[in-house]
């Protein structure tokens, strides 16, 4: 079965954005095919279960109240750090909810 890395780094407050409602889709229909790992915040993890996916869950960073440019350099640094301890050469895919740095750079 192959393997498929989320990176939803980027969630900020409680809101759900057009990428998260992209990548919840792609999991409803691909966790019957696909083993999926979700890198992300812990409001992605509150997103994942308001929609009730079990999934492979790895939180990179808590809920903060940081201004944007400090909670964006917060992520990135959190997002670095745990894809260098999850070894990411595992993953047959990687996928990156947005194209905000906090996904991408990770990614």
């Given at each position: 079965?192959?393997?498929?890395l989320?990176?939803?780094?980027?969630?900020?407050?409680?809101?759900?954005?057009?990428?998260?409602?992209?990548?919840?889709?792609?999991?409803?229909?691909?966790?019957k095919?696909l083993?999926?790992?979700?890198?992300?915040?812990?409001?992605?993890q509150?997103?994942?279960?308001r929609?009730?996916?079990?999934?492979k869950?790895?939180?990179?960073?808590?809920?903060?109240?940081?201004?944007?440019?400090?909670?964006?350099?917060?992520?990135?640094?959190?997002?670095?750090?745990?894809?260098?301890?999850?070894r990411?050469k595992n993953?047959?895919?990687?996928?990156?909810?947005?194209?905000?740095?906090?996904?991408?750079?990770?990614?």
């Amino acid at each position: 079965m192959k393997k498929i890395l989320i990176i939803a780094n980027n969630n900020i407050g409680h809101g759900q954005s057009g990428g998260d409602t992209i990548f919840l889709n792609f999991i409803k229909y691909w966790q019957k095919d696909l083993k999926i790992t979700v890198l992300g915040s812990q409001e992605t993890q509150e997103l994942l279960k308001r929609y009730k996916l079990k999934i492979k869950f790895i939180k990179t960073d808590e809920a903060t109240n940081l201004p944007l440019f400090f909670h964006q350099i917060r992520r990135i640094i959190k997002g670095i750090k745990s894809i260098y301890n999850l070894r990411p050469k595992n993953y047959d895919l990687i996928y990156t909810v947005s194209d905000f740095y906090p996904d991408l750079i990770p990614g």
